[in-house]
């Protein structure tokens, strides 16, 4: 978004929507105008519950929406980031209306039904902008034109390496623990920072699955970070677990985040003894930064991830065995499979001379 803003070719035009526009998941929305960012429409299409049916539907009501905003907004082209489930109105709003599509992070591979919406979306754009080499070939793979594909990094990355380069120390430890709930500690000593989501396709699971998880976090005796899941089908389950976990007054030196401003994360990642859970922040910006992860179950299935990854089951004695084997082993050296903070500038550079017929064939 920055790197479109800046270029002298083009305009920026930001649609904010579902679970950005929300107090529960921390409103995202607050923080996208904090960074400079004014919203041209905003979209409220997230139908609460975090069940299957939800989901289908908060989709649906986004495809009802957004081609009003498209017809009345006008895009050249609409970018859509990733594999959500809200990314699938979009695709298809913009398909439909005729307006080529660029679509970020595809060809990728994991579980939940994020792999099933991921490849969808890649038959739907018309530009793609890969993270890594895999994922670029895997793209031609599904029978995209190489033209097409132009693999570039995460974006994500990029603010990673921003906020490193800025500013990498500790948050203020007084103004963080202002927010969320739970008891406080001293950053500077060695913590563990927790980032689980609901497995869509493991619906019903995920209360079982996060009391692994706490149950094997407590038992290393350190203090955490636990943030809140994503909208996703089962996040109230997650959400569930945490609050029976509290209830029970086993929450001893745990603190709970809705949601984290990105520079406030990057710089927790950097300092976290371990981070555990199941989110891709610690497969991508995890490589880059260094960060020992321990990565939980099967919602980054087959996703390429670095040398500073462990793989557990949804078992506490394996969960605690690989975050006992990450806190020996230490921080790991930088890799940059995922890009090395340049995409945005990349994907405008594209943009801003791309043109392309919203007439899509296969090739083969």
């Given at each position: 978004m920055r790197a479109v803003q800046a270029h002298p070719d083009l305009e920026l035009q930001v649609?904010?929507?579902?679970?950005?526009?929300?107090?529960?998941?921390?409103?995202?929305?607050?923080?996208?105008?904090?960074?400079?960012?004014?919203?041209?429409?905003?979209?409220?299409?997230?139908?609460?519950?975090e069940t299957p049916t939800t989901m289908?539907?908060?989709?649906?009501?986004?495809?009802?929406?957004?081609?009003?905003?498209?017809?009345?907004?006008?895009?050249?082209?609409?970018?859509?980031?990733?594999?959500?489930?809200?990314?699938?109105?979009?695709?298809?709003?913009?398909?439909?209306?005729?307006?080529?599509?660029a679509h970020t992070m595809g060809g990728e591979v994991s579980g939940t039904i994020d792999e099933s919406i991921r490849h969808a979306v890649t038959k739907f754009a018309h530009v793609h902008f890969a993270a890594s080499e895999d994922a670029g070939e895997r793209i031609v793979r599904l029978g995209e034109r190489p033209e097409d594909v132009h693999v570039v990094g995460c974006p994500r990355i990029d603010l990673?390496?921003?906020?490193?380069?800025?500013?990498?120390?500790?948050?203020?430890?007084?103004?963080?623990?202002?927010?969320?709930?739970?008891?406080?500690?001293?950053?500077?000593?060695?913590?563990?920072l927790v980032s689980q989501h609901p497995v869509t396709t493991e619906y019903g699971s995920g209360k079982a699955q996060i009391a692994e998880t706490l149950k094997a976090v407590s038992e290393i005796e350190l203090?955490?970070?636990?943030?809140?899941?994503?909208?996703?089908?089962g996040s109230e389950d997650i959400a569930a677990g945490i609050r029976r976990w509290r209830e029970k007054g086993w929450a001893e030196n745990m603190h709970f985040f809705k949601n984290?401003?990105?520079?406030?994360?990057?710089?927790?990642?950097?300092?976290?003894?371990?981070?555990?859970?199941?989110?891709?922040?610690?497969?991508?910006?995890?490589?880059?930064?260094?960060?020992?992860?321990?990565?939980?179950?099967?919602?980054?299935?087959?996703?390429?991830?670095?040398?500073?990854?462990?793989?557990?089951?949804?078992?506490a004695a394996a969960i605690r065995q690989a975050i006992d084997r990450q806190l020996e082993h230490g921080r790991y050296p930088m890799e940059a499979i995922y890009g090395e903070g340049n995409a945005g500038e990349k994907i405008a550079a594209i943009l801003s001379h791309k043109t392309v017929s919203t007439q899509k064939l296969i090739t083969y």
């Open positions: 649609v904010l929507g579902a679970s950005a526009l929300l107090d529960r998941y921390g409103a995202v929305a607050n923080l996208v105008r904090a960074d400079g960012f004014e919203p041209n429409a905003e979209v409220h299409m997230l139908i609460e519950g289908a539907k908060s989709t649906g009501l986004g495809l009802l929406e957004l081609p009003t905003i498209f017809g009345r907004l006008a895009p050249d082209f609409v970018l859509t980031v990733g594999d959500r489930f809200e990314t699938m109105a979009t695709a298809l709003a913009a398909a439909y209306m005729n307006i080529p599509l990673v390496a921003e906020v490193l380069a800025k500013d990498g120390e500790l948050p203020e430890q007084a103004e963080m623990f202002r927010e969320g709930v739970g008891d406080t500690f001293d950053l500077s000593k060695p913590f563990l203090p955490a970070i636990v943030l809140w899941p994503n909208p996703d089908a984290l401003p990105i520079e406030t994360y990057v710089r927790l990642m950097r300092h976290a003894a371990c981070l555990v859970g199941n989110s891709s922040s610690g497969i991508r910006e995890g490589a880059y930064i260094g960060t020992p992860v321990v990565n939980i179950g099967s919602r980054q299935q087959r996703r390429m991830s670095g040398t500073n990854v462990l793989h557990a089951p949804h078992d």
